[in-house]
């Protein structure tokens, strides 16, 4: 399938790091270091104490915004919960969903998924929607399955067109945090399913659509990973955390999609 349409995208995921002071000298180095000529926004997920400090230090770049997760409802008595207005009041534009350590750790229902997606759409923010097996589902054969399942409940009750609007990011369970990834082929096996999937919901769309695939990204392999067809970009923790890094994954990875930069 033609890459010709799709412009990368690559996302740091910074997960519980960097309080609103080391979030805004990371940001301003890598505003300093970004290429100038760059296809498409390079996304930060930062905290959400930190989104304040972020959205300043990144005024006027090519560098915008995640909360890494949110609720669905609009307002109400859910304490501790943030909702999608006020990320938007903010200047947020994007917002992981569903990311596995939600799921893991915090008990995130596909059900749940599904509301954050809607929500998140429906308040104009692009949800990057994580799905992603874990080793024990992929060493007995369900990876597929996983995938499947993840993808139609997620995305259930939302017409073709969300397809539009939203990315998806491949994220073995077994790769995030680990240092093992998921070889090039074995990714782009994921992703060519996952596009098939959205296929089933609209063709058209379905090519545009941007998958990214997010388990032990570094800079010395993000360019095997992003030449594959099906490879749209990264969701990056652990390399996205200092900005040497990142700029490096940046650059190698959009070269290998035959952006010089
Ligand atoms: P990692 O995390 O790059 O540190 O494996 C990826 C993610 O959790 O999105």
Redesign the pocket.
Known sequence: MTTATRIPLIAG?W?MYKTPREARQVLEQLTAGLPKNLPGPVVVAAPFVALPAALAATEGSPLELAAQNMFWADEGAYTGEIAPGMLTDLGVKWV?VG???RRQLFKETDQDVNHKVKAALAHGLKPIL?LGETLDERESGRTFEVLGRQFELGLEGLPPEALANLVL?Y?PVW?????R?ATPAQAQEAHAFLRGEAAKMENTLAKSLQIVY?????PDNAAALMGEPDLDGA??????LAADSFLSLIKAGLTAKGFGV
């Not at 790769?175 to 240092?179: E, P, Q, S």
């Not at 997010?214 to 570094?218: E, I, M, P």
């Not at 969701?235 to 996205?240: E, H, K, P």
């Open positions: 995921n997960k992981l990311h596995s350590e994580c990011a994220e790769a995030i945090g680990t240092g990834t997010g388990g032990s990204v570094k969701l990056v923790g652990g390399a996205s």
